[in-house]
T-cell receptor, first 110, second 116 residues
Framework: RKEVEQDPGPFNVPEGATVAFNCTYS??????FFWYRQDCRKEPKLLMS???SGNEDGRFTAQLNRASQYISLLIRDSKLSDSATYLC???????????FGQGTELSVKP | SAVISQKPSRDICQRGTSLTIQCQVD?????MFWYRQQPGQSLTLIAT?????????ESGFVIDKFPISRPNLTFSTLTVSNMSPEDSSIYLC?????????????FGPGTRLTVT
């Protein structure tokens, strides 16, 4: 079993749609959780850190369920510019090591 | 967040040669890391670059193949030695910053390596 698993995608949605990405992690000792966004041929950029109580940043909402070892990202009112690969990332707690999921590709169409 | 630069941005190298990638940060950081992203794959941690001591390598990566230097708190190098086509990848450095008590990592623009 992979340490971090994500929906395989790709997700093809129209502009204005709401889309949700799910992610599970296997190490119950994981301490920090993140969503990164990676555009084609670019480096990953931190989108959101995920806090225990869940957090919202504009159109983006991230939630964490430690009991189920599950993380989610909700994007409302999708824009064309949201098209990218979204990476679920978990800090294993071992000296800052990040474990990356395989990523979910999102394509927002006009 | 810190501004991170990498050199070179890309290179095409012949098998058997070595390439050294540089990572420069505009502020002092304690933690620096080197990752690899193979074509169509996600990122994998190669090693943690420790200032003043040997790097800490992840399983599957060894110092002879990926020697790392960290002479100060703003700079690190990763060398890919005796390259083969399987080393064709994007190599990224990252730095850690503490934001509201949370340890967050930020990535450099990456070095795209092709080995022929």
């Amino acid at each position: 079993r992979k340490e971090v698993e994500q929906d395989p995608g790709p997700f093809n949605v129209p502009e204005g749609a709401t889309v949700a990405f799910n992610c599970t992690y296997s190490n119950s000792a994981s301490q920090s959780f993140f969503w990164y966004r990676q555009d084609c041929r670019k480096e990953p950029k931190l989108l959101m850190s995920v806090y225990s109580s869940g957090n919202e940043d504009g159109r983006f909402t991230a939630q964490l369920n430690r009991a189920s070892q599950y993380i989610s990202l909700l994007i409302r009112d999708s824009k064309l510019s949201d098209s990218a690969t979204y990476l679920c990332v978990v800090n294993s707690g071992q000296g800052g090591k990040l474990i990356f999921g395989q990523g979910t590709e999102l394509s927002v169409k006009p | 967040s810190a501004v991170i630069s990498q050199k070179p941005s890309r290179d095409i190298c012949q098998r058997g040669t070595s390439l050294t990638i540089q990572c420069q940060v505009d502020s002092q950081v304690t933690m620096m890391f080197w990752y690899r992203q193979q074509p169509g794959q996600s990122l994998t941690l190669i090693a943690t670059a420790n200032q003043g001591s040997e790097a800490t390598y992840e399983s599957g990566f060894v110092i002879d193949k990926f020697p790392i230097s960290r002479p100060n708190l703003t700079f690190s190098t990763l060398t890919v030695s005796n390259m083969s086509p399987e080393d064709s990848s994007i190599y990224l450095c990252s730095v850690e910053d503490r934001v509201q008590g949370l340890r967050e990592q930020y990535f450099g623009p990456g070095t795209r390596l092709t080995v022929t």
